[in-house]
């Protein structure tokens, strides 16, 4: 039990260009799910918090405007990169996190962003 | 503020050899939680342990064991008997209060297990 699934695992687009990445809970609702970035070679950064129904958290220096989050469901929530540009390539993963599952955080497989 | 620090950025062993990779956290909470990943070059998280504060033993699980030392901030983890399949970079992270908080992570370390 307790997967999360990101959808697209890879992702090649052009600069200026919108991408939408999926964080799904397949076998609970997850209230809270967390969005990380990790440059090559380097470590997770959170980049945002975000609960169901409610305006995501950003962290310092992340752009809101730029990174879109949205979290309609229990099992749900989106990361949309508007305009790409080459140096927003990353590893994008997301964690969710269940109130019934003594809120342990699961980790998606991560979703390779590459912007050409 | 929390802060993970794991010093050793790349380790290279000769298969069969014990390693220690180091992890040293800050923490202003008397709650918090301790995690060990692994991750292959897939990318992919794999979960090895969370720790909770208030737990100081350590814990063995097959070739692979844990140290918690509250006194020195540290929860260091050791592979036995290294195994190239054990080449991935690993990372500590931690998580304040109650364990539903993002965890911050270390900068990871890359272990390299040479056959």
């Known amino acids: 039990g307790a997967v999360v699934s990101q959808h697209p695992s890879r992702v090649i687009c052009k600069s200026g260009t919108s991408v939408k990445i999926e964080c799904r809970s397949l076998?609970?609702?997850?209230?809270?799910m967390f969005w990380y970035r990790q440059f090559p070679k380097q470590s997770l950064m959170l980049m945002a918090t975000?609960?169901?129904?409610?305006?995501?958290?950003?962290e310092q220096g992340v752009e809101k405007d730029k990174f879109l989050i949205n979290h309609a469901s229990l099992t749900l929530s989106t990361l949309t990169v508007t305009s790409a540009h080459p140096e927003d390539s990353s590893f994008y993963i997301c964690?969710?996190?269940?109130?019934?599952?003594?809120?342990?955080?699961?980790f998606g497989p991560g979703t390779r962003l590459t912007v050409t | 503020a929390q802060k993970v620090t794991q010093a050793q950025t790349e380790i290279s062993v000769v298969e069969k050899e014990d390693v220690t990779l180091d992890c040293v956290y800050e923490t202003r909470d008397t709650t918090y939680y301790l995690f060990w990943y692994k991750q292959p070059p897939s990318g992919e998280l794999v979960f090895l342990i969370r720790?909770?504060?208030?737990?100081?033993q350590n814990e063995i699980s097959g070739r692979y064991s844990w140290n918690f030392q509250k006194s020195t901030s540290s929860f260091n983890f050791t592979i036995t008997a290294s195994q190239v399949v054990d080449s991935a970079v690993y990372f500590c992270?931690?998580?304040?209060?109650?364990?539903?908080?993002?965890?911050?992570f270390g900068k990871g370390t890359r272990l390299s297990v040479i056959a």
């Open positions: 992270a931690l998580s304040e209060g109650s364990g539903n908080t993002p965890l911050v």
């Open positions: 964690s969710a996190r269940g109130a019934r599952l003594s809120y342990e955080q699961y």
């Open positions: 076998d609970f609702q997850a209230t809270t």
């Open positions: 975000s609960n169901e129904g409610s305006k995501a958290t950003y």
């Open positions: 720790r909770n504060s208030f737990d100081e």
